[in-house]
């Protein structure tokens, strides 16, 4: 028996790094990874550019990702804390406190007074509006916006403000859950 030979040792197999399969199992493919490993490794993938993407989308709704961080964040977690928020999201405390004083502001989240039995201080919670708010609140500057486009013909050529037309109107709708 050599000691140079890997199979002369039935429990070895014959590398340290090579993945365990199971000839009886269906699961297991030719190169030893698992079906489910790899399904759940792309799970994970597809859930984390999902995350991305509606991140991204926030972000230029609320015009930051910090703000798009802060919001996904209170919808998860409503009655949060700014120091709450700040270790969930990994944000700098004083960048989230400014942040949720803004949206605040811009009435994107509500907050009020944490009731504490005790004596001291008794910081604000923080819960973000409804995604579909937050939607109409983005609907009526988008159609602004795109009316002031529609008449700048009007506009370049000095005529009033009072003769703009709205060929553009958006209307968001709540659908009954089913």
Do not use: C
Request: charged share 35%.
């Amino acid at each position: 028996m050599s000691t140079d030979d890997p199979t002369d040792d039935p429990g070895e197999s014959g590398s340290a790094d090579a993945p365990v399969t199971d000839p009886a199992d269906p699961a297991d493919d030719a190169d030893g990874a698992s079906t489910r490993d790899r399904l759940e490794a792309e799970a994970d993938r597809a859930v984390s550019e999902f995350d991305d993407n509606v991140v991204d989308l926030l972000a230029w709704l609320l015009d930051t990702e910090t703000r798009a961080r802060i919001f996904v964040f209170l919808r998860q977690n409503p009655h949060s804390t700014s120091d709450e928020v700040a270790d969930g999201t990994g944000l700098y405390p004083s960048t989230v406190r400014e942040a949720l004083a803004e949206l605040h502001d811009e009435e994107m989240v509500d907050r009020r007074k944490r009731k504490n039995s005790g004596a001291g201080n008794n910081p604000y919670e923080y819960t973000a509006i409804a995604p579909s708010e937050l939607v109409r609140s983005a609907v009526g500057q988008v159609q602004s916006q795109l009316n002031t486009v529609f008449n700048l013909d009007r506009r370049l050529l000095g005529d009033d403000e009072a003769g703009d037309v709205e060929p553009v109107r958006i209307t968001v709708r709540d659908e009954p859950e089913e």
